[in-house]
T-cell receptor, first 114, second 114 residues
Framework: DGGITQSPKYLFRKEGQNVTLSCEQN?????MYWYRQDPGQGLRLIYY???????QKGDIAEGYSVSREKKESFPLTVTSAQKNPTAFYLC?????????????FGQGTRLTVV | AQSVTQLGSHVSVSEGALVLLRCNYS??????LFWYVQYPNQGLQLLLK??????LVKGINGFEAEFKKSETSFHLTKPSAHMSDAAEYFC????????????FGQGTRLTINP
């Protein structure tokens, strides 16, 4: 089955630690995205990538970093600079250059700071 | 800035009643519009989308939406609510802030009363 896999489903982080969220897709999509979801705030774009080895900041990139070394993978690192990292994180992918196509989402990772 | 506004963060209807979830967008050109559904602790699933052509769009699970350019709206409806429709619904727009960005509304939580 084609799709997007996010891991882990639940993640706990201590204050001051960096953590990395995994996102893998086998849809052969060029574009990949990371969104953060907080109650009542919808989805906010953190980073996106349209092609391997290239990515752009979204609306709330501070305290996060990404890499795109392979087409299939777009990991997100939540750094210690992110002051309020507790949230639900969603990864998505989409065919590049196709604004009329939908994004496909993973099942999400819930990150909690302990 | 381009945006999506969902009127009502929480909508409650009785089982069998009409479901109406409101979405308005701001754009200087006709955008591409999407409705997604999210069940608790899961990713987003596409319900339907409007790109071009017929302004009344039918989606999965009996939902439909009508694109009204004059009202800049894309409201989601379902004639008869089912208990399984209880979820959060997101309206999204594309093609207005760079072809690769999907901008989401704040979401509407739909509750179905027995």
């Amino acid at each position: 089955d084609g799709g997007i896999t996010q891991s882990p489903k639940y993640l706990f982080r201590k204050e001051g630690q960096n953590v990395t969220l995994s996102c893998e897709q086998n849809l052969n999509h060029d574009a990949m995205y990371w969104y953060r979801q907080d109650p009542g705030q919808g989805l906010r774009l953190i980073y996106y990538s349209q092609i391997v080895n290239d990515f752009q900041k979204g609306d709330i990139a501070e305290g996060y970093s990404v890499s795109r070394e392979k087409k299939e993978s777009f990991p997100l690192t939540v750094t210690s600079a992110q002051k309020n990292p507790t949230a639900f994180y969603l990864c998505a992918s989409r065919r590049e250059g196709q604004a009329n196509t939908e994004a496909f989402f993973g099942q999400g990772t819930r990150l909690t700071v302990v | 800035a381009q945006s999506v506004t969902q009127l009502g963060s929480h909508v409650s209807v009785s089982e069998g009643a009409l479901v109406l979830l409101r979405c308005n967008y701001s754009s200087s050109v006709p955008p591409y519009l999407f409705w997604y559904v999210q069940y608790p602790n899961q990713g987003l699933q596409l319900l339907l989308k409007y790109t071009t052509g017929a302004t009344l769009v039918k989606g999965i699970n009996g939902f439909e939406a009508e694109f009204k350019k004059s009202e800049t709206s894309f409201h989601l409806t379902k004639p008869s609510a089912h208990m399984s429709d209880a979820a959060e619904y997101f309206c999204a727009v594309s093609g207005v802030q760079g072809a690769q960005k999907l901008v989401f509304g704040q979401g509407t939580r739909l509750t179905i009363n027995p």
